[in-house]
């Protein structure tokens, strides 16, 4: 592993306030910051600036702190002594952090030369300033940090969980490798044994998230919220669209997608032969070839992604390369490492970080572009000055990551030769792509009854969940295996440790589809707005961002049926290749 180079990063933006060696892994260092901030005399609005610099560096060297600690406990769950200094991090450095970074807000806010301020340049900052500040409650602090606790336990569960098969300890991750093999009776063993393993710690999940729901309601009346779904509007910052929104795109998701995920399905049972499409039936090729392998070990994943990057556009293709020269990718499965994948941005450094978990897949392809589409975000924003504004809000930085997918898929040729099979390989991501988004829809509105039901049991829990599925799934048969459908999203981290951090996908897929649809018509201009629109980082409102990259912030029904018209016009026309 190249995590401990880490630290050792090029420095491109040298520090300016704190000197080299600050150590904000002390509490001690880190409260002496905190303390100069706090007394620093603002006798002009040129103090205020430089102030609000040096606390941004200040929040930069921090977060960057915690994004290394807890990379590497994801890296390495089952390594104690890595586990306790995340944990050392949350309780001695981040949450006695967040009353003072209280204090600094309310001091910005109080300054009497904040008016004095270009009010362009600051409107977003003071909008967000303010929604911190009306949030804000000391008791939530020490909540906070529970649920921090928490989630690593469901880091650290999920990551655990592994099965005996074919002679080898295996990983759940890994496990996901059998459901694509033409051979049926070991698929469903494969798909029994690693639901049965997941179910057998069905109380464990439900225990956990039973006390992060406690505590998620506490925190909600404490900010003075009748539920906790009103304080995470709030707290993400959610000014441009509301809970009504999130329900429209629900309904559009039953009536405008569902029914292609039905043809979908329906075509792919007809392709097998079946008279019930059962759960271990939907990821094999319907027409019987064998699974895509597109790599057998990383070093051949990581070239082949550089090569795509770089046929999207040369810079793509360079910074990839670069990360992997520093070390900033973590892509293998292996035991003891915490399930899923992310990009985490090292704040001071300006440079992103990759984690996943690749077993040979197609998926794992898709996964590394996807994190890529992030990394390059990151890049392209990293010389906005004014450090909260380099981080786009969340339903963007997803528009950057999906669109990346979509406009790989002309470029598959440098991991397939065969041009048939990088045609079965963007059939699979566009059909991935229709299924998702019903099952975004899912997710967001179990979380909207969950956090609108306080005093709900499991039962009902169990019950919505189902019934969801029934609105919103496909076709596949759940017959004596509904307590494994009723649990599903047990294995959906989002729900455990992002609440309300799902429909995003949804919101940013729709953005990402209208890339597509930009890029295939005219390639160089469709790059040139896609990077103009990530190097906006978050310096405009939402809806601008998205126009900056060329595309509309809508997600209505009538937004969504004409994409999905040119998608399925897109797939008839590659399955007569592949």
Not at 122 to 143: G, H, K
């Amino acid at each position: 592993m190249a995590l401990p180079s880490i630290p050792a990063l090029p420095h491109d933006f040298p520090r300016r306030y704190l000197s080299r060696d600050a150590d904000v892994g002390r509490w001690s260092s880190v409260e002496g910051i905190f303390n100069e901030l706090q007394s620093r005399p603002l006798p002009s609005a040129p103090a205020l600036e430089q102030w609000l610099r040096d606390l941004g560096e200040f929040q930069d060297v921090l977060n960057e702190e915690g994004s290394l600690r807890y990379i590497r406990m994801t890296c390495k769950t089952d390594d104690p002594e890595i586990e306790g200094k995340y944990l050392e991090f949350l309780e001695q450095i981040a949450e006695p952090s967040k009353s003072r970074f209280f204090a600094l807000s309310r001091k910005y806010w109080e300054c009497p030369y904040r008016s004095y301020l270009p009010e362009k340049d600051y409107f977003l900052y003071n909008r967000s300033t303010e929604n911190d500040l009306a949030l804000y409650r000391p008791e939530n602090i020490p909540l906070e940090t529970e649920l921090d606790k928490l989630s690593q336990q469901y880091q650290k569960l999920s990551g655990s969980l592994t099965v005996q098969y074919e002679g080898q300890e295996q990983t759940l991750q890994q496990m996901g490798r059998y459901l694509e093999s033409t051979d049926r009776p070991k698929r469903e063993e494969a798909w029994r044994l690693t639901a049965e393993r997941r179910l057998k710690e069905g109380d464990r999940f439900e225990d956990l998230f039973d006390q992060m729901l406690k505590i998620r309601f506490s925190v909600a009346k404490n900010s003075g919220f009748d539920d906790y779904r009103d304080y995470m509007f709030r707290r993400k910052e959610r000014f441009d669209y509301g809970p009504k929104d999130c329900e429209a795109f629900h309904e559009s998701a039953e009536k405008a997608i569902r029914p292609l995920v039905v043809k979908i399905q329906r075509k792919r049972m007809e392709k097998m032969g079946l008279s019930l499409l059962k759960p271990w039936d939907l990821s094999v090729d319907p027409d019987g070839l064998p699974p895509l392998r597109p790599f057998e070990e990383t070093g051949k994943l990581v070239e082949g992604c550089r090569r795509i990057l770089g046929q999207v556009d040369p810079e793509f293709g360079d910074r990839f390369k670069e990360m992997g020269d520093l070390g900033l990718l973590d892509l293998e499965s292996r035991k003891g490492k915490a399930p899923g994948g992310y990009q985490s941005t090292l704040s001071e450094a300006r440079l992103p970080f990759i984690f996943m978990n690749a077993v040979g897949l197609d998926h794992d392809v898709r996964t590394l572009l996807h994190e890529s589409g992030h990394a390059m975000h990151s890049f392209l924003s990293r010389r906005i000055a004014f450090s909260p504004y380099r981080n786009a809000p969340m339903e963007f930085c997803e528009v950057a990551s999906m669109s990346m997918e979509l406009m790989a898929d002309p470029y598959l040729g440098e991991v397939y030769p065969d041009p048939r099979q990088a045609a079965r390989s963007t059939v699979r991501h566009l059909e991935d792509v229709i299924l998702l988004l019903p099952w975004i829809a899912t997710v967001d509105a179990f979380q909207h009854w969950i956090y609108t039901h306080p005093g709900h049991h499991r039962g009902e829990r169990s019950a919505y969940w189902t019934s969801l599925r029934g609105r919103l799934g496909g076709i596949e048969d759940w017959s004596g295996l509904e307590d494994v459908r009723a649990s599903l999203w047990h294995r959906q981290l989002h729900i455990f440790e992002l609440p309300f951090y799902y429909i995003e996908y949804g919101i940013a897929q729709l953005g990402a589809l209208q890339v597509w649809k930009n890029f295939r018509k005219d390639k160089k201009e469709g790059v040139r707005l896609y990077k103009q629109g990530l190097a906006a980082g978050g310096t405009q409102p939402l809806p601008e961002i998205f126009k900056s990259a060329g595309i509309h912030f809508d997600f209505s029904l009538r937004m969504i049926e004409p994409l999905m018209a040119e998608v399925e016009g897109e797939l008839e026309r590659l399955e007569a290749i592949s």
